[in-house]
């Protein structure tokens, strides 16, 4: 059973989450609450497996929450899926800098949203490949560069066209085909570009491609 912990300061959005993930046989709604700072404290006193959080709260924002439950510095990172208004919340990159395992769009239909919340608890990255590519492709000039690196990209040609699509947006059996491998050769590619660089998930891997200037 996954237990989920909802957090969304719209009452009737909320509501509407609590029904859908309750109604799963594999799911679990642990607790629910309105605002970020609830958000933290509930889910150190519950640990859930996953927060379904939202950005734009009172008390203390999802992208704060989000910071204290799965940031760099926390010992036991909570799994966090960061769902959003796109049109209205231009903060998400930073969702996803401060620990996101991933996001989607508010008006995404029940099934991905259900989709999102099982990846999400199973230690894998959600990105929403719309999103990816309309999003942050649209603030990847606002991301600050990092310091380049002395020695270069630790990545071979391949690895780094592999990131190229995973920072697209791509899924493993999208990225397969079109670089005509297997989806198991893929995730393999993934799995040591994540080991490479440090990173924790594709989430991370495509934050690390846009601040590296690797995609424009």
Do not use: W
């Amino acid at each position: 059973m996954i237990r989920v912990l909802v957090c969304d300061d719209q009452v009737l959005v909320r509501t509407g989450l609590v029904t859908i993930i309750d109604a799963q046989p594999d799911l679990e709604v642990a607790g629910e609450c309105g605002d970020g700072q609830a958000a933290v404290d509930l889910a150190r006193r519950l640990e859930p497996d996953v927060v379904v959080m939202d950005v734009r709260m009172p008390v203390l924002d999802g992208i704060a929450a989000t910071r204290l439950l799965a940031g760099a510095d926390v010992r036991r990172p909570v799994k966090v899926l960061v769902v959003t208004t796109f049109n209205l919340d231009e903060y998400v990159y930073e969702a996803l800098r401060a620990g996101a395992s991933g996001f989607l769009l508010k008006d995404a239909p029940p099934d991905r949203l259900l989709h999102g919340i099982r990846t999400v608890a199973s230690g894998a990255a959600l990105l929403d490949p719309e999103v990816t590519r309309e999003l942050v492709g649209r603030f990847a000039t606002r991301i600050r560069p990092a310091a380049p690196d002395p020695h270069g990209t630790p990545l071979t040609p391949r690895e780094l066209e592999v990131l190229h699509l995973v920072a697209d947006g791509l899924s493993n059996r999208e990225i397969a085909a079109a670089l005509v491998l297997s989806p198991e050769t893929v995730k393999t590619f993934v799995s040591r570009i994540l080991a490479k660089l440090g990173l924790r998930d594709r989430v991370q891997a495509v934050v690390y491609a846009y601040r590296h200037g690797l995609v424009s």
